[in-house]
């Protein structure tokens, strides 16, 4: 029998710790208003991966394709403004983890990031599963009126060797 949190028969009983350690390719990322209207902060076709370590740490990275190339070669040398458009289109942190089975949700906390107002930051994730699949979402955020629902769905990606096998 599944439950809301495993859809998928095979992994029946098996915990979010173990379900969870791996990487995974972004498939969509989206935010939802309270009135249902659906954006895609960084574009339809947002990019990035999430890995869970088995020792406790993962590290998210997601970006929007379609940046602006610098027209430095050197990774510090580009113009304010190159910054400034390659951060916008881009989120990234990392640090240890915790699976709370109890409530079907994993915490990040963030060692480093992008966004340097979440460093130190302890952040829920619900988690949900569907096949080969994972959604990550948080709580409600509220922004001045408006309140927004963030999901990332996530695929499980196969190794290297799996890729190489077929």
């Known amino acids: 029998m599944s439950t809301d949190t495993d859809t ?7 915990s979010i710790a173990d379900r969870i350690v791996g990487a995974w390719e972004l498939v969509e990322y989206s935010t939802t208003t309270d ?5 895609y902060p960084l574009g339809l076709d947002a990019r990035g991966l999430i890995i869970y370590s088995a020792d406790g740490f993962m590290s998210a990275q997601i970006m929007r394709p379609d940046r602006t190339r610098y027209r430095s070669p050197n990774v510090h040398s580009g113009e304010v403004s190159e910054r400034s458009e390659a951060a916008g289109g881009y989120l990234a942190y990392s640090g240890p983890y915790r699976v709370d089975e109890d ?14 107002n979440w460093i130190g930051d302890n952040q829920k994730r619900n ?8 959604t990550l979402s948080s709580d409600p ?26």
């Open 8 to 14: 998928d028969t095979d992994t029946e009983g098996v």
């Open 35 to 39: 009135s249902g209207t659906v954006d």
């Open 103 to 116: 409530n079907s949700a994993v915490w990040h906390e963030m060692a480093v990031s992008l966004y340097p």
């Open 127 to 134: 988690v949900r599963f569907d096949g080969d699949m994972m």
């Open 141 to 166: 955020l509220v922004f001045r009126t408006t309140t927004l629902s963030p999901a990332l769905v996530w695929r499980r990606t196969t190794s290297r060797s799996e890729q190489a096998a077929s």
